[in-house]
């Protein structure tokens, strides 16, 4: 019985006794061979498996590939989304803002909060009827009508103004 170098199966390899069980004598065996490892080079791999093995090689590092660019991808759309993010709410604060600060501009237009800070913080006063002065105008207009009539000429082009010299229009 040949003895392969692999074993398949779970049950253990028969060994052969040292022994012939009919006679009882003692026979000898050979010493067992230690098996080396063939070098990569003695090993011949069919064209199909080498095929095969190419297959799989190319289709594991495609789809290692693809994951790789999709992982960089939506890491992009993350660092975009966020850059978003970010600037709608500095947009809301600025929105907020300005909301604030018309509603100050309209508060401070108001007539009564105008003389009230003329007052109090430029120390003006209401004037007197001493302090006015009247001045008179005279209701003569000091304004002239336009005594010339100006006319605007479109500009013509060079082939117009060469018709226009050689025919004198």
């Not at 791999?45 to 289709?59: A, C, D, F, L, N």
């Given at each position: ?69 999709i992982s960089c991808r939506n890491s992009q759309i993350d660092k975009k989304f966020n850059q978003v993010q970010e600037q709608k709410k500095i947009l809301a604060e600025l929105q907020k803002e300005n909301e604030q600060l018309r509603v100050s501009i309209e508060n401070s237009q ?60």
């Open positions: 019985m040949a003895q392969s170098r692999y074993q398949y199966g779970t049950s253990p390899r028969k060994v052969e006794p040292d022994y012939d069980r009919k006679t009882k004598k003692v026979t000898t065996k050979k010493p067992l061979q230690v098996v080396k490892d063939i070098p990569k080079q003695q090993v011949k791999v069919s064209g199909e498996q080498r095929k095969r093995q190419m297959k799989i090689t190319v289709t594991v590092v495609g789809v290692f590939l693809l994951l790789l660019t108001n007539l009564s909060n105008i003389e009230k800070v003329a007052k109090e913080e430029l120390g003006m006063q209401k004037l007197t009827n001493k302090q006015i002065v009247y001045v008179a105008l005279p209701k003569k207009d000091y304004i002239e009508a336009a005594s010339e009539k100006v006319i605007i000429e479109d500009e013509k082009n060079w082939w117009e103004k060469l018709v226009e010299k050689f025919f004198n229009i």
